[in-house]
């Protein structure tokens, strides 16, 4: 247990992050982890999935949408979470998560378990990690605003490469510490 799941310190990573926020909840599902984020004191949660599922509270909006069709028309709050996205090529994907100032990432590209694509990690290189919080079960990191392309944490290591090499989740923690460390 613990896949799609905060874990320790993660709970207080994120709670520091939506507290009192609008958050939006990209891939809700069943929208676990939406309360989960109600629970952290998020103000409100918009969960969106291609599914259509019953809200479980009232302070949950839920948008029925895929993500190309998603915040067209209107800003979006400017906390996106995202947990355990596709793992395949969804170029749309990385297209909206540029649109949220910050974004908690939860997932795992290593131990032969896929989340994303290269991609939406690619995205991702060009923000501030705000948070790096790594389990082997899944792994949080927080982005922060645009910043320099920097070195890839283990998360985002495996993530933009699981096309050519599988990582073990020691070994790609191991593989970015010496790139970031090389800098």
Not at 6 to 25: I, P, R, S, T
Not at 87 to 94: C, F, G, Q, V, Y
Not at 123 to 147: D, F, Q, S, T
Request: with cysteine; net charge neutral; glycine share 6%.
């Amino acid at each position: 247990m613990g896949f799609g799941k905060l874990l320790g310190k993660q709970e207080a990573a994120v709670k520091a992050l939506v507290e009192g926020k609008d958050v939006c909840d990209i891939g809700a599902g069943d929208m676990e982890l939406s309360i989960k984020l109600l629970e952290l004191g998020a103000k409100k949660v918009i969960a969106v999935d291609k599914e259509d599922y019953p809200v479980p509270d009232e302070r949950i909006v839920f948008i029925r949408a895929y993500y190309k069709d998603l915040w067209r028309h209107t800003k979006p709050p400017r906390i996106a979470f995202v947990s355990w996205p596709i793992n395949r090529n969804e170029p749309s994907l990385a297209k909206l998560v540029a649109r949220f100032p910050f974004i908690a990432y939860l997932g795992k590209n290593t131990d032969m378990t896929s989340c994303a694509s290269p991609g939406f990690f690619q995205e991702l290189m060009h923000r501030e990690v705000m948070a790096y919080l790594p389990n082997k079960k899944n792994v949080l990191i927080i982005y922060g605003p645009n910043a320099a392309v920097r070195e890839p944490y283990g998360e985002e290591l495996a993530g933009l490469t699981v096309d050519e090499h599988a990582f073990e989740y020691e070994e790609a923690e191991r593989a970015s510490e010496k790139l970031r460390s090389a800098k």
